[in-house]
């Protein structure tokens, strides 16, 4: 194995990825199971059992699936189905929240059954919130609970920096907002424009939370640069026009070295250098202490650093600076949201099943998915603001549960896909094949009580709004569903505020957390996304050989057009041959390479050549 260098940050050092061949990789890509595996199919022991601290181990007696949860049947009667909602509704006064899992089907027996589960993975969060060492892999503590209720944090050191962290935060939103700090060539002589430069758990949390709360007329309005496509970056650029001067840019990333934020990153960079102007002046990085991203922020001199602590996942760094300091930007009260997920983590540290709301969903979800993700989630939230909590949720849940193997060793390939959008919209989409097409679903419906703010509502039509519509169209979809046995959850807030937003994310992040120890997962950390960009950083590499190649027979006198074998064979990538097509094809549409003969749609008859000589890179 050799190792291949990826240049990141301007004036930075080189981030070193493990180097395999792409046919290696392919090989250990098509060696993934293409189908979810059976209940029976998943306790393979095998070699690798990593060590795992006992009490985060928690039982592994298989899954309790289909076979013996036996169903009796979904409850029709209406009455007997209103005692049931009535026996397991959940109600959070001061959060002004209820969970009704009324419509999940489990009995009694399950209910019994999952006991023992969920006394373990109760005292599994217990550990966890204890600070012990609940992602084996990387060594690391998982301590988003913290963030909220600092006294909880393991040692006085971790306290100070929470609370630390959070009256900075507080203090530049503050400045930038009253313009004690302005950016340096701006006419408006303050800024009015926030950039978040992220992607993942560094662009869903604050971007769920903007058009969650984001009040109509912000004092800063917010947008994202959350991919590595250079169209959708020049879109949010040009967006932005003479308003670049007075846009902060935040560059978020927690380990500092993502390919897609660095290129971010430059890009913004190079439009402040052609619009002159000074880009430390207007940027604040959010990262680890000496990532790269943060000395590159410190060697330049930008405008603010805020640090993102190893404790905290990307995917549950919402109410870190990640997520707190674009919030606060906005005018969104921070402070709530914090109180809101505090108020949450209280209930969720109940023991009593029905008194804990995020166990009340890791039981329901247990239930409806087999425990093996044999069921989708669809999360239907009836308000517009909330979106992007679908969005948000699918990172959440996916790349937590979605693991191959358990905290044994054992292969089991688990998991929950997540989707959905809105209601009533999404009822004139797919909620067709929700109610008659084919049952791999269980539903989450979200709902809000109050339509408007007060004072604002009016009658469209005798004794009706319009916010009357949404909440029958909402009840008539979780009717329909259920009379044709499809299982949903409701979960009711009074308002959409930041309180309210707070304790929706405090209640997944744990539901997640508990579902993953009742299933005997490491739900803190991803392995999978790590073979993905290893890849990508593979296939770069060969980018950069067959340039090379390319540029050498493109500096001969005639130049020498090359077939793709020929390409292939000069690079010592024969076996790569389907790769190389695409890069060229990739570089040809965008006029780096040029097709001397033949078309890109039959690629033997392709002979390339680069348009230009390089000779310096002869002799690099
Ligand atoms: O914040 P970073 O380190 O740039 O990572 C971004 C995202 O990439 C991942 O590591 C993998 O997709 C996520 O877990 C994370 O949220």
């Known amino acids: ?340 997920a505090a108020l949450m983590d209280e209930a969720n540290r109940s023991t009593v099943l029905k008194s804990n709301p995020a166990a009340l969903l890791a039981l329901s979800w247990y239930w409806a998915t087999d425990g093996v993700g044999s069921k989708d989630m669809v999360i239907l939230p009836y308000k517009d603001s909330l979106l992007l909590f679908s969005r948000y949720l699918q990172q959440l849940v996916m790349e937590s549960l979605g693991k191959e193997f358990d905290l044994d060793g054992n292969r089991v390939n688990q998991g929950i896909s997540v989707y959905g959008n809105k209601g009533s919209t999404d009822q004139h989409a797919y909620i067709q094949q929700l109610r008659e097409g084919v049952h791999n679903f269980f539903a989450t419906f979200i709902e809000v009580l109050r339509d408007r703010p007060p004072g604002h509502d009016w009658e469209l039509e005798p004794g009706v709004t319009c916010g009357d519509y949404l909440f029958e169209f909402l009840q008539g979809t979780r009717s329909a569903l259920y009379a044709n046995n499809r299982e949903s959850i409701t979960v009711t807030v009074e308002e959409v505020t930041p309180r309210s937003v707070g304790a929706l994310i405090a209640l997944y992040e744990r539901a997640v957390g508990i579902y993953a120890f009742l299933v005997n997962i490491n739900a803190y950390h991803q392995p999978g996304v790590e073979a993905g960009k290893k890849a990508a950083g593979e296939v770069l590499a060969l980018q950069k050989r067959v340039l090379a190649v390319l540029n050498e027979a493109s500096c001969k006198q005639p130049v020498e057009p090359l077939t793709l074998e020929e390409v292939a064979e000069r690079c010592h990538a024969s076996e790569d041959i389907e790769m190389i097509y695409k890069i060229i094809a990739h570089m040809a549409a965008n006029d780096r390479a040029l097709i001397a003969e033949g078309s890109c749609g039959s690629p033997r008859s392709i002979k390339v050549f680069l348009g230009e000589c390089n000779v310096d890179d002869l002799y690099a």
């Open 1 to 340: 194995m050799a190792s291949i260098s990826l240049k990141l940050y301007s004036s930075s050092p080189t981030l070193k990825l493990q180097h395999h061949s792409p046919t290696f990789l392919r090989k250990q890509l098509i060696s993934f199971p293409t189908r979810p595996k059976l209940a029976a199919e998943r306790t393979l022991p095998l070699s690798v059992a990593r060590e795992v601290p006992a009490e985060l181990s928690t039982v592994n007696d298989g899954a309790i699936t289909n076979e013996n949860k036996k169903n009796p049947g979904l409850v029709k009667d209406p009455i007997a189905l209103w005692q049931r909602y009535v026996e397991w509704l959940y109600q959070n006064k001061e959060l002004g929240l209820y969970i009704d899992v009324s419509r999940i089907g489990f009995s009694d027996e399950f209910v019994q059954q999952m006991e023992k589960r969920f006394e373990k993975a109760f005292r599994a969060m217990e550990g966890l919130e204890k600070g012990a060492i609940a992602n084996p892999d990387e060594g690391r503590m998982v301590g988003h609970y913290w963030l909220r209720d600092p006294n909880r944090a393991p040692n006085p050191f971790l306290k100070n920096q929470i609370q630390n962290t959070l009256e900075d935060i507080c203090n530049f939103a503050n400045d930038i907002i009253t313009a004690k700090i302005k950016p340096p060539s701006s006419p408006e002589g303050r800024f009015t424009q926030v950039l978040c430069v992220g992607i993942g758990g560094s662009a869903l949390g604050p971007q769920f939370v903007a058009e969650a709360l984001a009040p109509d007329n912000p004092p800063l309005k917010i947008r994202f640069v959350d991919n590595t496509d250079p169209a959708g970056i020049d879109h949010q650029i040009a967006q932005l026009g003479p308003e670049l001067a007075s846009t902060l840019v935040i560059v978020t990333s927690k380990s500092g070295g993502t390919p897609e934020t660095r290129n971010g990153l430059l890009e913004v960079q190079k439009a402040f250098r052609e619009a002159g102007l000074d880009f430390s002046k207007q940027g604040v990085a959010i990262t680890q202490e000496n990532s790269l991203l943060d000395n590159t922020a410190r060697i330049e001199g930008w405008l603010a650093r805020f640090p993102m602590f190893d404790w905290v996942g990307g995917r549950t760094s919402e109410m870190s600076a990640v997520g707190l300091l674009p919030a606060a930007l906005q005018g969104i009260d921070i402070r709530e949201m914090l109180t809101g």
